[in-house]
């Protein structure tokens, strides 16, 4: 960032958010719905990681993974949603230069972050489906953590190139900015220099985290595919796809606005956006809990069962993760016979 631009962004010390919408009509009962929708992704994603840490039955990877999925939802949801809601009902809606490029940092941060954990979960039903018996080897817990910590990382750094790609222009023209936050592109709209070289680096780090992960993701449901077709019991194959649903609708969810939001050009961008933005920021972190809890018997024979454990951290040894390698191992016996 040049000298030049440090001083022009030191003088523009605040923006205007234009919001979700201008009409008083309209706020009020946006504010309700939201402000339950809020509350809703906190007590489903909190109860999520709570249940995972005192139920013996889910003390496996993908429920490791899971409990980091969910502390990220609700960490990006967290960063926008309490500032649109604030929004939705006064008259004043600056942001400091400071608070915006901060905003757009976690939210890039934990963005990024929840691309690598659909990734890894991707991959952790593969090795369980595909791999059975090499299954305690290859997702130990050592390989857990190194992934995970990996991710956090990556995106640390993912994040911080961004955030200066996005606010490291010189700011001299007007300070409304089209949206309800900081997102890359209606701040992009505001800089006075050229943003062709940060438009093409933030594409790139794009590429790298949501189109990597999503390879990632292709390749392992291929191989999923291909060894549950070779089974030769229905009722195999039924049950190993089912495994499977979802996490395919949360990588749906978090994909599909994704890659309609960052893969058009940015003179494509209109107010869909933001209809875009609300349903990866505020519906999607709020429909994961319920993806999780309502279609997955684990986590619903925990929530039956009720145990009264005490609160564990971190993840148990390969003995505790046996329920989850029963079932891949019962299934690839089924599918040899």
Known sequence: MSENSLTRNQSQTEFILLGITDSPHAQTPLFVLFLLTYIVTLMGNVGIISLVRVSPSLHTPMYFFLTHFAFTDICYSTVISPRMLADLLSEDKTISFTACMMQFFTFAFFAAIECHLL??????????????????????????????????????????????????????????????????????????????????????????????????ILLSYISIIRTVLRMCSAQSRARAFHTCGSHLMAVSLFFGPGFFMYLQPSSSHRSLDKVASIFYIVVTPMLNPFIYSLRNKEVKGALIKGYNQPWILGIPDSESRGVDLESALELSARGSR
């Open 119 to 216: 990734a890894m979960m991707a991959y952790d039903r593969h090795v369980a489906i595909c791999q059975p018996l090499l299954y305690v080897t290859i997702i130990s817990s050592h390989v857990c953590w190194q992934l995970v910590a990996s991710s956090y990382l990556f995106a640390f750094l993912c994040a911080i190139i961004c955030t200066w790609c996005v606010f490291g222009g010189s700011f001299c023209g007007p300070n409304h900015i089209d949206h309800f936050f900081c997102d890359e592109f209606p701040v992009l709209q505001l800089v006075c220099s050229d943003t062709h070289s940060s438009e093409m680096i933030f594409f790139a780090l794009f590429t790298i985290n949501v189109v990597g992960a999503s390879v990632v």
